[in-house]
């Protein structure tokens, strides 16, 4: 039997917005493995000027980022829908090593399979640096 990662598509308002949901949970978990069995096990990803294909990736790629961004809080936000496609805004907020802390502004454009696994995942993302009282994204 095949994973399933409902809601399936094709997508509606109410099951995209589940959707989007489910990612923000997810990627708030801080946790790469979970996140990672949101995609397909051959998903092609864009992340700013990173290119990679497949989970194995995915979980290295999550391991680091959350290793050098702390404090990661995000919030996504439905944009646009399709059958089997959903594009997302988003933000995020961090803290490097040093203490400067980070909001993370994109858009990600997210296509799917017929089992609700995402099989691409492209990322725009701008970073700029904040005051700690600056902050707007509870943790």
């Known amino acids: 039997m095949s994973e ?14 589940a959707k989007v949901q489910a990612a923000e949970d997810a990627w708030n978990s801080r946790d790469p493995e979970r996140v990672a069995l949101a995609y397909t096990e051959d998903s092609q990803w864009r992340n700013r000027d990173v290119f990679l294909s497949g989970r194995a990736a995915i979980v290295d790629f999550l391991r680091a980022k959350w290793e050098r961004e702390h404090g990661y ?7 646009a829908y399709g ?6 805004r988003f933000t995020y907020e961090w803290h490097d090593d ?3 802390w ?4 994109g858009n990600e454009n997210w296509e799917f399979d017929g089992n609700g696994l995402m ?21």
């Open 102 to 105: 980070w909001r993370s502004h």
């Open 98 to 100: 040093e203490g400067q």
């Open 4 to 17: 399933q990662r409902p809601p399936l598509p094709p997508f509606t308002a109410e099951s995209a917005l």
């Open 83 to 88: 059958d089997d496609r959903i594009a997302v």
């Open 119 to 139: 099989r691409r995942r492209y990322a725009s993302i701008n970073d700029v640096p904040i005051a700690e009282d600056e902050r707007h994204i509870a943790v």
């Open 73 to 79: 809080r995000l919030r996504k936000e439905l944009w």
